[in-house]
């Protein structure tokens, strides 16, 4: 017979996102290690479909336990994650959403754990608080940077862009610049100006702040790998490409950028 669970804590906050961005987040399970790295270090998925997914979790520290992990989607407003083994085995974090506008929604979480000592229920309840909080905080900048993305696509195209003088432009860099309603960064790799696209593909993540190592870019969001001459993915798989980047042409001392 299952252990009685007790509520430990309540945890509401809104998000300056809409309902649309929130569900996919609570679908995205491969961000976890990416953006939460401070939580969780390795996810492993063992089944997904359109009721949730389930996925072998291991947690930080380095060398902290491994739990499995299911999250079952009950409703359009309601979703409940369970820990089926390992630390805190079944512990359950029930979680409601509630829009309030475009980009505005309520998210209440309520954990619920079973075998607490007497006494213990605040000082777990502290915890699963913190960090839930941690975790909705880093969600929230995500999922709000992707609405801004979304929002900035359908500019109209430039065929040309002035970056100024090249040696100015050299000491600069890397810089992002928009070109086409998009925005690129410009680098350097040896002696050769290139450009890639600063958003990933997969889901517009931000590859403007990324070290450019051997040639290639890591998304910070679900660590996907692309090589910045070519646009192409060549991890985990190499179905997604960058979006063609534009040209970057030095003529006269100046440079810009042009469509390739």
Known sequence: MASPLTCVAIYERPVR???????ENVRDWEHLPWLHGGSFRAIDLVDEADWGW??????????????????VIESDRRY???????????????????PRGPDLTDVRVEFHVPDVPEGAADRIGVGYTALYTKLWDEDEEMMQWRSTQLARRGVAEAATVDLGPVEDLRARLPRVVEFAGRPFRIVTDGDALLAHAALCP?????????AVEDGAVVCPWHGYRFDVRSGRQLAPSDRLRLA?????????????????
């Open 17 to 23: 996102v809409g309902i649309e961005r929130v569900w």
């Open 202 to 210: 997969h889901m517009l993540g931000p590859l403007d702040g990324c």
């Open 244 to 260: 063609p980047a534009p040209r970057v042409v030095v003529e006269d001392g100046r440079a810009r950028l042009e469509t390739p």
């Open 80 to 98: 409940v994650s369970r820990t089926l083994e390992g630390a805190a085995a079944g512990t359950e974090i029930w979680t409601t959403l509630e």
């Open 54 to 71: 389930k996925a072998r979790i291991g947690l930080q520290p380095g060398d902290g336990p491994e739990i499995l992990l299911e999250l």
